[in-house]
């Protein structure tokens, strides 16, 4: 029985020898890299990341604070990743009006004359019927089911154009 | 001796590295050099000071989990290599 105790128990200390062993390596490792870093002054990119941090922070506050003169470069204004951005918008998609490929800047003139407020477009309605009921639904104030039809406002910005 | 010859000192060395790792440990153990050579200097600072001076506190502070399951592992070991 004794035997067995003994034996138990030097395994334990062995074991412990043994991982006692284990963790002094792996700290002489961490030792031996930290010092290397230090001796060749590895660490001053740690500074040189927290630098760049502090002036990316300074930067978005001066873009962000309103009272900044802006006049220089605001044709192309460069962002903190470094991109620029044209100042029309080059992004292709697809009008869910009329199904079209659009560049995003030329959207907003698109959609004028493509939901009817442009003469083109009301050219194009007249020849459906349903226009002939949208002009004539147009005269009354509260009719919005057309859409096809803009409000009052555009057909007077239309005979004018 | 078995242990090294098996080639299991190298799997528990792996282990070990592992789980340290995992556990933060080993950035706790360079954060404590890192302050020792700002405090010493960069030029003056070696090697063995190093180790001096952060072994107390790596044995002290490897995580139960880990030292269990290591001494389970080497226990294991040793108690087949014996038969």
């Known amino acids: ?161 | 001796m078995v242990l090294v010859e098996s080639g299991e000192k190298e799997n528990l060395m792996e282990l070990v590295r592992d789980r340290l790792v995992e556990s933060g440990w080993k950035d706790e153990m360079r954060i404590a050099c890192r302050e020792h050579v700002k405090k010493k200097g960069r030029k003056d600072v070696t090697v063995d000071e190093l180790i001096r001076v952060i072994t107390p506190k790596g044995r002290a502070s490897v995580p139960d989990a880990v030292k269990e399951e290591l001494l389970n592992r080497i226990q294991k070991f040793i108690q087949s290599a014996a038969l």
Do not use: W
Request: charged share 25%; aromatic share 4%.
């Open chain 1, 1 to 161: 029985m004794s035997n067995a105790e003994d034996n138990k128990s030097s395994h334990d200390q062995l074991s412990s020898q043994v991982f006692l062993d284990l963790v002094d390596s792996v700290i002489a490792d961490v030792a031996s890299e930290c010092h290397r870093v230090a001796r060749l002054g590895l660490d001053r990119d740690l500074e040189v990341v927290e630098e760049e941090l502090r002036l990316s922070v300074e930067a978005r506050a001066k873009v962000a604070d309103p009272s900044n003169n802006l006049e220089t470069n605001t044709k192309y204004v460069v962002d903190i990743f470094g991109q620029s951005h044209p100042p029309v918008a080059t992004e292709v998609f697809n009008c869910m009006n009329c199904g079209r490929q659009i560049v995003a800047g030329r959207f907003a003139p698109h959609l004028e004359r493509c939901m009817g407020k442009g003469r083109k477009a009301r050219a194009k309605a007249t020849r459906s019927t349903t226009a002939s009921q949208n002009r004539n639904s147009r005269r009354s104030t509260s009719d919005n089911n057309q859409l096809a039809s803009g409000p009052p406002g555009f057909e007077e910005n239309v005979r004018r154009a």
